[in-house]
């Protein structure tokens, strides 16, 4: 099922190379990333990743001593400092190397040597800074190479590459989130007993500098019963503190109105429907960021941290373009990450952030429905990029002609 694109190009080979630097993400974009271009518009996609554990534990299929392995009709194959082996043959038609990662130089220098060109695209990281806009589609010509690459920004505006979306993704939601037998059957295999699952349930997926003791405190002493569901690893200093156990999965604790129930890190369509059953998410980064807006119900974002506090910049960046009105949802997020609020509650008075959050949670789901329509309208990644590829191509074939 190729799809043809405006300049009647068919690009029918990719390749991703990730560089998995930290945790999940940046394994999780790019196998998210590789799995649409495949499923939905029948590209032959190759996913070179250098960290094949902390793939498995997004994809438990995932073999990790095997050098190359077909996982869901994409080839994977575990990079490794393979250099100086590539001829022109081995070169994808479109090349994307993920977060500015260095693709091999031999790699390199057989892109250079097709004809025509592949084109390659430098995938970076999500931003809602306005400086994105400008910076998306720039050329960067190789200092030596007659070879360009192409920044290739993901975004909230149609002045970016928009977001990542699967076709079927909406659907698939609004199926399970209508179905109580389904939700209630989800929420049991990991584990949930039938009183915490009518409670207000919270996932919590948060770095580990997150205040979540001070969160848990006020939860604790709350009115309303609140079910906390943390998968493994995350958050374990505090969790541990809560249970006085091992935060193993299945270990629980319930504490006046709070229970905490640690989950299995599952496997990455589970996590979305970790997220569609929960009531409110705490999620971070970047994949789990944007699928909580996908999910279409509160969250609150725990952002990857930068020296110079450059996150709390992009935070508000974020913030004011998804609710500038909500003070509450603000004011929560920003003391989530240690960010001024700007007036009173510089040390974070909980008990406060979250009775007023907690209030404003009905006009915080509309405006997350609002928001995804809003985001919607600007076209998902994957056919954005493969729109943009084939400008790139015909601009070349024209030059050549
Ligand atoms: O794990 P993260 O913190 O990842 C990243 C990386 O640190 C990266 O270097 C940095 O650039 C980026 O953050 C900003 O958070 P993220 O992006 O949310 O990725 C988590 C992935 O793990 C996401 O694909 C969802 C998946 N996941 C599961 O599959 N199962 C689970 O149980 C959970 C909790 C997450």
């Given amino acids: 099922m190729s799809k043809m694109y405006s300049n009647k190009i068919q690009a029918t080979t990719l390749a991703i190379f990730?560089?998995?630097v930290d945790n999940?993400?940046?394994?999780?974009?790019?196998w998210r990333l590789a799995r649409q271009l495949q499923h939905e518009h029948g590209i032959g996609v190759t996913l070179w990743v250098d960290d094949l554990r902390s793939f498995q534990r997004i994809c438990p299929d995932v073999v990790t001593d095997a050098e190359v392995q077909e996982l869901a009709g994409v080839t994977v194959l575990h990079w490794r400092n393979q250099d100086g082996v590539f001829s022109t043959d081995?070169?994808?038609?479109?090349?994307?190397?993920?977060?500015?990662?260095?693709?091999?130089?031999?790699?390199?220098?057989?892109?250079?040597e097709c004809n025509p060109r592949p084109v390659w695209l430098n995938l970076e990281g999500l931003s809602a800074e306005e400086w994105v806009?400008?910076?998306?589609?720039?050329?960067?010509?190789?200092?030596?190479?007659?070879i360009t690459k192409y920044f290739f920004f993901p975004?909230?505006?149609?002045?970016?590459?928009?977001?990542?979306?699967?076709?079927?993704?909406?659907?698939?939601?609004?199926?399970?989130?209508?179905?109580?037998?389904?939700?209630?059957?989800?929420?049991?295999?990991?584990g949930l007993?039938?009183?915490?699952m009518a409670s207000l349930k919270a996932s919590l997926f948060c770095y580990p500098h997150a205040p979540v003791p001070a969160l848990f405190d006020v939860w604790q002493r709350g009115d309303k019963a609140i079910t906390c569901l943390a998968p493994e690893g995350v958050a374990t200093e505090a969790i541990q503190a809560f249970l006085g156990t091992e935060a193993r999965p299945g270990a629980a604790r319930t504490c006046n109105a709070l229970t905490v129930r640690v989950l299995?890190?599952?496997?990455?369509?589970?996590?979305?429907k970790l997220l569609w059953a929960c009531d409110l998410n705490f999620v971070r980064g970047e994949d789990s960021f944007v699928r909580a807006q996908w999910a279409g119900q509160p969250f609150i974002w725990h952002i990857y941290p930068q020296d110079e506090n450059l996150h709390h910049k992009k935070l508000r960046a974020f913030l004011q373009r998804y609710s500038p009105d909500i003070e509450s949802l603000r004011n929560f997020s920003l003391r989530w990450n240690d960010a001024r609020v700007g007036s009173g509650e510089e040390r974070g008075d909980w008990p406060a952030l979250w009775s007023r959050f907690a209030a404003d949670m009905p006009a915080i789901a509309r405006r997350a429905a609002e928001w995804q329509q809003q985001i919607l309208a600007n076209g998902d990644l994957a056919s954005n990029l493969l729109k943009f590829a084939g400008s790139i191509r015909s601009f070349t074939t024209e030059n050549k002609v």
Wanted: aromatic fraction near 10%.
């Fill in 193 to 196: 007993s039938p009183e915490e």
């Fill in 90 to 112: 081995d070169v994808a038609d479109i090349v994307i190397e993920f977060f500015g990662c260095d693709i091999p130089p031999g790699y390199i220098a057989a892109m250079a």
């Fill in 264 to 272: 299995p890190f599952v496997a990455q369509p589970d996590y979305d």
């Fill in 133 to 146: 806009e400008g910076c998306h589609a720039l050329p960067s010509p190789h200092p030596r190479l007659p």
């Fill in 18 to 20: 990730c560089k998995v």
């Fill in 24 to 30: 999940y993400g940046d394994i999780g974009i790019c």
């Fill in 155 to 190: 975004g909230f505006t149609n002045k970016t590459g928009g977001l990542l979306h699967e076709s079927s993704l909406e659907k698939q939601r609004r199926q399970f989130q209508s179905d109580q037998t389904a939700i209630k059957a989800f929420l049991a295999q990991v």
